[in-house]
């Protein structure tokens, strides 16, 4: 297993257009979290799915934003409309139902440029 | 709600030097405790983690104490690298690990 990977790893696109991005998990994870993470700032919780259920959307995710787990295994992130505010790197991680002491595994993110 | 705060920077320190990142946490409960790295270019990496109050992680020279009466998490290193160059975030977790909560980093740069 090579970890989390995400794709791509970066994206230009133009306001209003619609971006998706793709990550695969830690095979054996059940859970997969989307965060985003602005210059200078920490990872912001968007959602995470436990095997194919979305079970927590932060109010950061808007009306623009759709994520998916269909099978349990792989997610997609989708962003519709794009501004320019949306303009961050998009980090995805997975982690084992329970394993607190384990912490999450990250991927390398998605930077998103919104011109 | 839960919450971390650590200090800002970014710090500047000459090889060899002594390392402290100040984080402090608000919860609810009885949260877990982590420390993550992001060298440039590259995801977050888990450091260390401390799950219960007077527990100390560590790893990699690095050392942070789960100190519950301060609710404070600080990380310390005796003597840090160039290699040790990177922004340093503290987390903390609380529950069944469903909700990490991050600090806004520090930018660690370490000089020859």
């Known amino acids: 297993d090579t970890g989390v990977s995400q794709d791509p790893r970066h994206k230009i696109t133009k306001r209003g257009q619609n971006v998706t991005f793709r990550c695969d998990p830690i095979s054996e994870h059940n859970r997969l979290y989307w965060y985003r993470q602005t210059l200078g700032q920490g990872p912001e919780f968007l959602t995470y799915f436990q095997n194919e259920a979305q079970l927590e959307k932060s109010r950061l995710l808007s009306d623009r934003f759709s994520a998916e787990r269909p099978k349990g295994s792989f997610s997609t992130l989708e962003i519709q409309r794009t501004e320019q505010g949306d303009s961050a790197m998009y980090l995805c991680?997975?982690?084992?139902?329970?394993?607190?002491?384990?912490?999450?595994?990250f991927g390398s993110g998605t930077r998103l440029t919104v011109v | 709600g839960n919450s971390v705060t650590q200090m800002e920077g970014p710090v500047t320190l000459s090889e060899e030097a002594f390392l402290t990142i100040n984080c402090t946490y608000t919860?609810?409960?009885?949260?877990?405790l982590f420390w993550y790295v992001q060298y440039p270019g590259e995801g977050l990496q888990l450091l260390l983690k401390a799950t219960k109050a007077d527990d100390k992680g560590s790893n990699k020279g690095f050392e942070a104490t789960y100190r519950k009466e301060t609710t404070s998490f600080h990380l310390e290193k005796g003597s840090v690298q160039v290699s040790d160059s990177a922004v340093y975030f503290c987390a903390l977790s609380e529950g069944n690990n469903n909700d990490m909560r991050f600090g806004a980093g520090t930018r660690l740069t370490v000089k020859p």
């Open positions: 991680a997975s982690s084992l139902n329970g394993q607190v002491d384990y912490g999450y595994t």
């Open positions: 919860a609810t409960g009885y949260p877990s």
